[in-house]
Nanobody
Framework: QLQLVESGGGLVQPGGSLTLSCVASGFTLDYYDIGWFRQAPGKEREGVSCISSSGANTNYADSVKGRFTISRDNARNTVYLQMNSLKPEDTAVYYC???????????????WGQGTQVTVSS
């Protein structure tokens, strides 16, 4: 069974940090570009960051540039999203997705995780 599982979400105060993990089972992530998306209540899903299969190329949404860092460890079949200086507007369910096109369009991704909740609040 091909599966992506996110973890690492939780409740954090503004200015705090969290690291999200995305682990694949049933397939290897080596050949896939990986994207992180988020969806806040009442809003459309948006792309946050993405990384190429080799890790050589990364992209970030303007809203998270300088605060979030995406990385991957193909040996561990895992992709990470380090989130620093978190703001209340970062509150959302965060999803990872695997595909063969690097970008922020959802249709470019074939496999999706179930999501992990991130809540930024004092």
């Amino acid at each position: 069974q091909l599966q992506l599982v996110e973890s690492g979400g939780g409740l954090v105060q503004p200015g705090g940090s969290l690291t999200l993990s995305c682990v694949a089972s049933g397939f290897t992530l080596d050949y896939y570009d990986i994207g992180w998306f988020r969806q806040a209540p009442g809003k459309e899903r948006e792309g946050v960051s993405c990384i190429s299969s080799s890790g050589a190329n990364t992209n970030y949404a303007d809203s998270v540039k300088g605060r979030f860092t995406i990385s991957r460890d193909n040996a561990r079949n895992t992709v990470y999203l380090q989130m620093n200086s978190l703001k209340p507007e970062d509150t959302a369910v965060y999803y990872c997705a695997a595909g063969d096109e690097l970008g922020f369009d959802s249709y470019e991704y074939d496999y999706w995780g179930q999501g992990t909740q991130v809540t930024v609040s004092s």
